[in-house]
């Protein structure tokens, strides 16, 4: 039986992908070797990191203002080397709270310097996106979840300042164009919409660095990363290939903009089956559902198991709710087909 | 034409390793699911996980007092992160400086509190490992570079302290048994003798904690990693994965004594080789030359290209020096067959 992956993260990529890792992990590039056991300075593998960073700026259009990193430390560690190395100790960052993840990036970069949340939507259990922001003038950056897989909440526009937005976009890069010029740095662990676990993606505004004196270990320096382009060190190489892999499937198939019409489709086959059931409901405001994780409740909190073993049935897996919030989460990255959210809406109907 | 694979890192790993990577690429498990697409909390993970920590216990015979982590960052992360989470601002650290690695841990150890370089090589251009070492009563551990994949040195014995070892392994973890009483933290990128890269382990008796009272991001502090299992965050499932396999194989081949035997008589193989002929030298003090990565000389330097021709036309592939030593290096880690290491020597006596 086909398998439906509705798992937040690590998820779902495309079956194309996965036959080519798998054939590299045997045979790379015919040269009689796996991708596994070849060094980081061979020609094969620089060629995969130029290659892998070259989509990254296709994709989203950056121009040389930008850095593009490979790192490791997943999207955690973003949240205190961003401060680390952008927030001076007596400057200030302003941040938004829409949950659990930008939680964590407020308590971390609170180490480095001041931090101040201007926003919070953790009055309704952060189901909505806050609007309307007053962004201190004195704040270095304002930092955003873009997408909040816990809570199921989404930036459809993102907030207009004067200051450079930090994003943490783990859960929803390369599934929309993205207007650059409004953004300082994007950050996003690969393991949703951009590559197996193992590798974090660090898009950077190099002008924003330099503003701050402090020691920094050299691992933690972006400066070091910039300066060796990802190859100070051994890089996690596999997770890089199959992340470039993922990334010329995104190509072949449109880019951003072809992901970002594929993507409100499914979503809304999804919510609108949501909305026409009286056994669900969406507990998330209208207009700032997430395209990539639908949370939904059951009318019948008694039926929550039911329904998941329901949809096991069906193939679909991985759709019981973060244990933080219960119900039911439906991930839906890129290379998720419109018809596995069709089975997942046929089980919601039978039900 | 098989290729034997004399790569210092990214290197080689068992073929049959290689070969289940690739399988769960497409099946994990029977689960109808890539590996590469199968939450962190799953239970077909967890079980990955468990068994991974449980193996490297038993390869090395750990109690209870060490803790066992599969981190991300590399080796160059535990320069610093050992030295953050052990050594207090106003406690000291030894360390013996036997080439460029364990030079970059000596720097980075610094920011945290005082460094004693207590012993160096760096007179004989590190090709040797200093003895007969004078460790200072208020040190609070001594650090060393167990083998030195540029320079081709090994500690073949342990410097007996009262003080805990902590020491870089990254290129000798697994290739022989270890007495873990007089280790306090052993740590090794996985990209040589253990996996592919992308994942780090951390071997660390967990007393040694708690010393320090800086304030430590919650990524960079051991104890967040001990208390979670190494699943704080999204491990790098993939390349621990096939650290595991890794791992089995190794046990399934007889566990690390079996290992020493099979390496020492690969370096015996071609250090014979190197000694007894008059087109290469090794310039490595005997007693110190590492069974992991030979580094050899040609007596006429300007064959050196010829050489690394007919060895790649023969199969053998990088055995090129490192740049800053130059001349030859051939890396002989556990999955390497004796076969491998007779073929390169076949090389040089036609040579």
């Known amino acids: ?18 036959q080519e890792a798998a054939a590299a992990c045997v045979d790379f590039n015919g040269s009689g070797l796996s991708v596994l056991e070849i060094s980081h300075r061979s020609a094969d593998f620089g060629a995969v990191m130029e290659e892998a960073e070259a989509l990254v700026r296709e994709l989203l259009g950056l121009g ?7 790192l490791t430390g997943g ?16 400057a200030k960052a302003a941040f938004v709270n829409t949950g659990r993840w930008s939680d964590k990036a407020i308590v971390e970069a609170g180490q480095f310097g001041t931090v101040e949340v201007i926003a919070s939507s953790e009055d309704k259990n952060y189901a909505y996106i806050p ?70 993606l660090v898009i950077l505004r190099k002008d924003l660095l330099g503003k701050t004196e402090r020691a920094i270990p ?3 320096d972006y400066n070091t990363h910039i300066k060796k382009a990802s190859m100070f060190n051994t890089p996690p190489a596999f997770p890089i290939y199959v992340a470039m892999l993922n990334m010329r499937w995104i190509k072949a198939n449109g880019g951003v903009e072809a992901m970002a019409k594929r993507n409100a489709a499914k979503a809304a086959l999804l919510y609108d089956a949501i909305e026409a059931s009286p056994n669900f ?10 395209v990539m994780n639908a949370v939904f409740m059951p009318t019948d909190e008694s039926r929550t ?13 991985g759709v019981k709710g973060h244990r933080s919030v219960g119900g039911f989460r439906a991930s839906m990255y890129n290379a998720m087909d419109i018809a596995s959210v069709q089975a997942l809406v046929d089980v919601m109907n039978a039900f």
Request: with cysteine; glycine share 6%; charged share 20%.
């Open 1 to 18: 039986m086909k398998k439906h992956n509705f798992y937040a993260g690590p998820a779902i990529l495309p079956k194309s992908v996965m």
């Open 218 to 220: 050299t691992m933690l």
């Open 305 to 317: 198991a039911e329904f998941i073993e329901k949809a096991a049935e069906a193939g679909c897996i």
């Open 131 to 200: 609007k309307d922001l007053a962004i201190p003038a004195d704040a270095t950056y304002l930092h955003i979840t873009s997408n909040n897989t816990v809570t199921g909440t989404q930036y459809h526009s993102f907030p207009v300042t004067g200051k450079p937005l930090v994003a943490d976009m783990s859960s929803d890069i390369f599934s929309r164009p993205l207007d650059m010029s409004r953004f300082g740095m994007i950050y996003a662990g690969a393991q949703k919409n951009l590559g197996p676990a193992g590798t974090t």
């Open 64 to 70: 040389d203002e930008f850095a593009v990193l490979f």
């Open 75 to 90: 999207a955690s560690s973003q949240f205190f080397m961003s401060a680390m190395n952008l927030l001076a100790s007596d």
């Open 281 to 290: 409901h969406c507990p998330i405001a209208k207009e700032d559902r997430s």
